[in-house]
């Protein structure tokens, strides 16, 4: 393993940066081999006019992202129990994401697999994870919130004579699905403009990497700080004008990682702090629908609400840029608010 084991914050540096090295050197030959295919993007047709010339443009960078993130980790990285979950929980995502993108792009339209697809994918990978993080990397079933207050999700909890006892705590269960399936769509949907998701998903995994690295879990640290490099790396392709999109392998993979790393450093509640910016491009899309649906009337120009901002008249880069700085402050306060816990 690189690095002096005397100073693990080199290790984690060099993670983000090998990662960051690894995505900038392969994305241009993915980006090529989807141009040779004719593998782009597919806009949705209800969106911003100015958004239509995206069309074509090759997607499904999140491959690459996901290699650059393993390869960091063998690199860096001991396979504990805990890693072995996260990337596992990560692969898995974004295998699903990757489906999605692949029949988005085979039928040529801006929506792959159906929602209930997805979502049985999502719960089953929620679940599998929730128990294989509790029975084998000993995962409290309990969520902490600010003050030191403390629910003990594992009350009704039911033991599986499979392979000598699985512990099934029903609550956290269910918990861990809202989390990780709540995550990994409210990335998703932040994806929707040239560096978004990446530059967003930036701060928050360096926000996750220093919790990890206080918790004293330096091979989660290694994980986190590897996933924000390969976001680095993306980024360089990504920025608008865009000459590649992360598609769902990217966006669901990196909500999924995030949620994992919440559950196996005990932060699901500063997590969602972290994460603020993608809950509200979440909730700002529920708002919109449950208001047609009751009002007929629209609460939003255009949900997520970044395309509210350019239906304003914001340009892009504005857009992106000022939504990069409220995700970074969410990620420290988020951080804050862990270390004073701790």
């Keep these: 393993m690189l690095g002096n084991p005397r100073y693990p914050t080199y290790q984690v540096f060099l993670a983000a940066a090998i990662a960051a090295l690894i995505t900038a050197v392969l994305m241009p030959l993915f980006i090529k081999m989807m141009r040779h295919e004719g593998v782009g993007q597919q806009i949705r047709a209800d969106g911003p006019e100015q958004h239509l010339v995206k069309q074509g443009t090759p997607t499904m960078g999140g491959v690459i992202m996901l ?184 966006s669901l993979s990196l909500g999924a990682a995030f949620a994992a790393l919440a559950v196996l450093t005990k932060t699901e509640i500063v997590a969602l702090v972290m994460g603020g910016l993608f809950i509200i491009e979440a909730l700002s899309v529920i708002i919109q629908v449950v208001s047609f649906k009751l009002t007929r009337k629209r609460v939003f120009l255009m949900a997520p609400i970044h395309h509210h901002f350019e239906k304003l008249g914001w340009d892009e880069n504005k857009v992106v840029l000022r939504f990069w700085i409220v995700a970074a402050a969410f990620a420290t306060l988020g951080f804050a608010l862990y270390f004073k816990l701790g």
């Design 67 to 250: 290699i650059a993130v393993i390869l960091t980790c063998f690199i860096q990285a001991k396979w504990t129990s805990d890693l072995k979950l996260a990337v596992t929980a990560m692969l898995v995502t974004g295998s699903l994401g990757l489906l999605d993108d692949i029949e988005s792009v085979a039928h040529k339209r801006s929506l792959g697999l159906t929602p209930s697809q997805k979502m049985i994918g999502l719960v089953a990978i929620s679940v599998g994870f929730c128990l294989a993080a509790v029975n084998l990397c000993d995962v409290s079933p309990a969520i902490r919130f600010p003050g030191g207050f403390m629910i003990d999700l594992g009350i009704l909890t039911t033991t599986l004579p499979i392979a000598g006892g699985i512990s099934v705590p029903w609550l956290y269960v269910f918990f861990v699905f809202l989390l990780m399936a709540g995550l990994s769509n409210a990335v998703n949907l932040t994806d929707g403009l040239d560096g978004l998701a990446g530059g967003c998903s930036f701060g928050v995994m360096m926000a996750m990497s220093m919790v990890a690295f206080r918790y004293d879990a330096i091979n989660l640290s290694i994980f986190a700080a590897a996933i924000a490099g390969a976001c680095v790396g993306f980024l360089w392709y990504n920025g608008h004008p865009a000459s590649i999109f992360m598609g769902d392998t990217g």
